[in-house]
């Protein structure tokens, strides 16, 4: 499916940046088509303008005395040697040719159809024309000095030009196609790195999905094979089959926070989740969760101790930095034995709030202290899960960190125990 889009987005970029090329070098070819056209027509119009005597070719233009500094004005881009290259035709008011620079005139016909236009108008044409076979640029205007009336016509052979055009085309047409080459590869790289993320998410998806249905089965499967159990003992009562009712109570409340926990996860996922920015009072937070997790402490002989600096304000969420502190303690009760020891630390320091939770129970292993806090991932999948663990505590515990541009991580080691470390920004910009 990702190669199909690869090579359709690459063809996508291909076409964009091509057509982006070819405009680009349709402008430039333009202006120099112009910028040769405009200065020829001048040169041509100041080439009549020096005709004073219909029996005389004009010295245009004017061979230079000395050394020409700075000719901005005749030097077109060709460099055309106009000297040698311009010709003159001039007529009387019949049409007869009175003087030119050629030595015969080729195709008069022609030259006599222009001519005749112009003095109808009395007024001038310039155009691109085939004479003899040849493509010139001429001018054919109406001359009337002096008392003499008349028609001169100076034109040039653009073979020049076009050899010139011819060969700023072929470069254009070969560039092209090597930067068609250059933008394909180009394409595919920038088509790579814009799939890149919908790649990674795509797979995160995928990979959700299929770990949720396997996470919602289990609960599912234990609840239908202590409910069979159940429907065997017909003639029991439901005091002889608590055991079986309570092993299904138990996994409906494992199915109930697994559900919550997916819910908030898409959520996260789609940017979904409302969040409040209010000031309230950490330390008193902290104080609660502490007492409601105190029997539970309790009733694993664990030893629980808190110290908790009094009244540190902050800023956020109070819902979601409650239920930070929760997944961290709920976490130290699952994962540490009877008769162990848990204590919960929070303070300020500069601008952040330190929570700690330390406890001496089973560690967790050096390979899996990074992958603890990915989705899904629990340290022994089979043994925590009886834990009525969902390997989703830790991956919204580091969400909710992340909100508040703080940190989180944990110092572990296997039989020893784990000291989580949570810094949280108090005051965000
Ligand atoms: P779970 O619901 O399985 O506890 P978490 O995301 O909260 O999911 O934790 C992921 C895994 O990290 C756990 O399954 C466990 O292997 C490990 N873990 C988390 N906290 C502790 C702890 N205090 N001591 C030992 N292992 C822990």
Not at 14 to 27: E, G, K, P
Not at 214 to 220: G, I, N, V
Not at 304 to 328: A, C, M, Y
Not at 417 to 426: D, P, Q, R, T, Y
């Amino acid at each position: 499916m990702f190669k199909k889009l690869h090579l359709k987005l690459t063809l996508n970029i291909t076409i964009v940046l091509v057509v982006l090329v070819a405009i680009y070098s349709f402008i430039v070819y333009g202006f120099i088509y112009r910028g040769n056209k405009n200065p020829a027509q001048l040169i041509l119009r100041e080439a009549v303008s020096h005709v004073s005597d219909l029996n005389e070719i004009p010295d245009y233009p004017p061979k230079p005395k000395r050394f020409p500094k700075n000719n901005h004005k005749t030097v077109n881009i060709f460099n055309l040697k106009f000297n040698k290259d311009l010709h003159y035709v001039l007529r009387n008011t019949d049409l007869t040719i009175t003087a030119t620079t050629l030595d015969e005139v080729f195709d008069d016909d022609s030259l006599k159809k222009y001519a005749l236009k112009v003095l109808k108008t009395k007024g001038s044409l310039t155009i691109t024309t085939e004479i003899n076979e040849e493509s010139v640029r001429m001018i054919t205007a109406y001359i009337n000095k002096n008392g003499i009336e008349g028609i001169a016509q100076v034109f040039y052979n653009r073979d020049a030009e076009i050899f010139f055009m011819t060969r700023l085309m072929t470069t254009f047409i070969t560039i092209g196609l090597l930067s068609i080459i250059v933008l394909v590869i180009i394409s595919w790289y920038l088509a790579k790195k814009a799939l890149e993320p919908i790649k990674k998410s795509w797979q995160q998806q995928k990979d959700f999905v299929a770990d949720a249905s396997h996470e919602l089965r289990t609960p599912l499967t234990v609840i239908q094979t202590n409910l069979e159990v159940l429907e065997s003992c017909e003639n029991e009562t439901i005091a002889d089959n608590k055991q079986w009712l309570d092993n299904a109570y138990a996994e409906t409340r494992v199915m109930s926070k697994l559900i919550d926990d997916l819910l908030l996860l898409a959520k996260i996922d789609a940017k979904q989740v409302a969040l409040e920015q209010k000031e309230f009072n950490i330390s008193k937070i902290a104080v609660e969760v502490s007492a409601q997790m105190y029997p539970l402490f309790k009733k694993k002989s664990i030893v629980f101790t808190t110290s908790i600096v009094d009244s540190i304000n902050f800023n956020g969420d109070e819902t979601r930095i409650k239920q930070l502190i929760i997944v961290l303690l709920e976490n130290a009760l699952k994962y540490t034995q009877e008769e162990g020891k848990v204590s919960l630390t929070l303070e300020k320091k500069d601008n952040k709030v330190i929570i700690l939770v330390e406890d001496n129970g089973i560690g967790i292993a050096h390979e899996d202290k990074e992958r603890i806090f990915d989705r899904f991932y629990r340290a022994d999948k089979a043994r925590f899960r009886e834990e009525g663990g969902t390997g989703l505590g830790l991956s919204i515990a580091s969400w909710i960190t992340s909100l508040y541009d703080g940190a989180i991580r944990v110092e572990s080691e296997i039989g020893k125990g784990s000291k989580f470390h949570v810094e949280l920004k108090i005051y965000r910009k």
